[in-house]
């Protein structure tokens, strides 16, 4: 009889651990009724995190591109001021050269003029 009353216990046991594995397997069904849609929903914001993160890379090489092209053309403006401030010098040093030059050779003139004056002036008197 003992004997039966074991193998009455193991069949209670078998048939109780077949229920737990029934319960089981209806609550995994179950989450996976609601988790699924969730997961779904995961996957689909990931994919249009992607596609977003892909945009910006793409924006942010424009802007980038954008900025290195502006500073090129600044850098090549400021080459051409710097060429034109250094021919404005030259000219200017030059014009003041000349002008002095000028201012020379017009007191020079005077200079001899008055001499000459002065030489004319005093054969007329004698």
Known sequence: MSLLVIAVAALVGAIAISAAALDVRAAVKA????AGPAI???RQLIASIKIEADAIVGASREVRHRIVKAADAAEERL???DALAEVMQEEL???ALDAAATMRDV???LSVWRWSRKLLKGKKRR
Do not use: Q
Not at 31 to 34: A, S
């Open 107 to 109: 007191r020079r003139g």
């Open 93 to 95: 040093e030059e014009t």
């Open 40 to 42: 779904t929903d995961v």
């Open 79 to 81: 080459t051409s001021l």
């Open 31 to 34: 989450l996976r009724g609601v």
